[in-house]
């Protein structure tokens, strides 16, 4: 029995052929389209896809593969891992409601566009820059180098330090000649009072 937009098999469900592969399928196996006499689209949606993966690779492009998300997850495009809502931040402007990227993914993009936009350090210059190093700390020689240096002057980057000697150059506020007094002061080969009576001592001039 013929029925518009298509034909309606014994048991009552619309079916419709498809113009590619000519297989009889049911109204749910197509897409809408408002411009067709019966509202649905020439092609299944299988067919669909696959005109239009061709398509794209005619034209140089990838077209990713749909991935079957199970209810209440959601697939990381960085990561192209399927996790659940607990791995993703809230966003009311997403059409789900859910951050782009997984929270580990979110917050490696944020760590590279932080030290491209304030240093203009890529990802593999930052590395180079740390093997550079031997992966230590160019002042103690001793801790992980995990801070990058900077000239606060210049923007000139400097080296990658550890916490420590990162926060110690901004206690002296970059000063060179406060510095050597502190080594010199250290060593105890300046500023050293003079004992010269009991309980009297004299200040080098």
């Given amino acids: 029995m013929k029925a ?5 098999c014994p048991e009552g469900v619309e079916v419709k052929r498809c113009s590619r592969c000519r297989e009889t399928k049911s109204r749910a196996a197509f897409a809408g389209n408002k411009s067709m006499p019966d509202g ?3 092609y299944c949606r299988e067919c669909s896809a696959e005109y239009y993966r061709k398509r794209q690779e005619a034209k140089g492009r990838s077209v990713r593969a749909k991935v079957a998300v199970p209810e209440g997850h959601k697939r990381c495009p960085q990561c192209e891992e399927v996790k659940p809502y607990s791995a993703w931040e809230r966003n009311k402007s997403s059409s789900d409601g859910w951050a782009s990227y997984c929270r580990a993914c979110r917050a490696e993009r944020n760590r590279v566009s932080y030290f491209q936009r304030k240093y203009g350090l890529t990802p593999a210059q930052l590395d180079a820059l740390v093997a550079e190093q031997r992966g230590i ?16 002057e210049t923007g000139r980057v400097r080296g990658v330090l550890c916490f420590s ?33 009991p309980g009297v001592y004299q200040l080098p001039s």
């Fill in 40 to 42: 649905l689209q020439a």
């Fill in 4 to 8: 518009a937009g298509g034909w309606r």
């Fill in 165 to 197: 000697c990162n926060a110690a150059l901004g206690q002296f506020k970059d000063r060179p000649d406060v510095m050597r007094r502190a080594a010199t002061y250290v060593e105890g080969t300046s500023w050293k009072p003079t004992l010269v009576a």
């Fill in 137 to 152: 700390c160019c002042i103690c020689l001793s801790a992980p180098a995990e801070h990058v240096d900077h000239c606060h």
